[in-house]
């Protein structure tokens, strides 16, 4: 996708690079500073209604207290990511006009943005999904699935507001489950030591010391993984989809071949210049250099 307005669709290529779904706070109207409502938390320090500027967003759209967001209880701004959404709506589907300026497309920019996120989101995955298969099936639907979101993000705005998001939700979940249980199966088929019965989807393992461990191929999908120690540990093939990484300690942990990763679980947990990462996952800056 472009963030130009005269057709900020590109077309499907056999691969996606992920590079395209990385934010550009630059050309977005500070819209994940405005568009979502917040309640006073550990992660935002203060309510915000959604809908509304974030009291520490500057005329400019850029965030007042940008360098020092953790300090001042403001860590969830750190953790966030929009996928690329942000400068596709401002560019593309509003064709550079702010909200700011144009306060009458506020609710539709909006919804436009909340909307666009998810997709991206989408996208994201999928791109690790196609890379991954070997099956000519799960390619195709991974890219009948890619052409349709890039049309929907790529397209006119009352479409893209119709959507059924949900219903494509679903259908990218069960290609991306498809293409986990192939990549986490060549892992089992190459041996390894055996993974404990507690390493599933949706486990809770928060604090559990997982350190040193050859978790390559483990179904972590939706796992609290809050504070565990993953230190020195391979997850090479493990899938993280939707895994709480939060506080979780990846100090030297190898992510580089983990799959459906993202950077906010990165931004949320600790780790630092010696954590493998995939090649289009930057170390967070809040990560230390040892
Ligand atoms: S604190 Fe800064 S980054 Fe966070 S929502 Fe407010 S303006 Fe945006």
Known sequence: MQTTSANHTEPSSPSLDRQSLRPDCGNCFALCCTAFGFSR?????????AGSPCQNLAADFSCTIHDSLRPRGFRGCTVF????????????FFAGKSWLAYPDIKDEMFSAFKAARRLHEMLWYLADAQARTFDPDSSH???????????????ELPDLLSLDIQELHSQVRSTLMEVSEEVRASYFATGGDHLDSALKPGADLMGKNLRSRRLCGANLRGA???????????LSGADLLGADLRDAWLERTDLSKAMY??????????????????????????????
């Not at 938390?41 to 209604?49: G, I, Q, T």
């Not at 990511?81 to 593309?92: H, I, K, L, W, Y």
């Not at 809050?226 to 391979?234: C, H, K, Q, V």
Request: aromatic content about 6%.
């Open 261 to 290: 990763l993202t950077q906010p679980q990165l931004n949320a947990a600790r780790g630092s210049r010696a954590t493998l990462l995939p090649s289009d996952l930057e170390v967070p800056s809040h990560w230390h250099d040892g």
């Open 224 to 234: 609290y993984l809050i504070a565990a120690d993953l230190r020195d540990s391979d």
């Open 81 to 92: 990511d929009c996928f690329g959404a942000g400068q596709n709506v401002s560019q593309g």
């Open 141 to 155: 639907r991974a890219i009948q699935l890619r052409n349709t979101i890039e049309q929907a993000v790529g397209g």
């Open 41 to 49: 938390s550990a992660d935002f320090a203060l309510d915000k209604p």
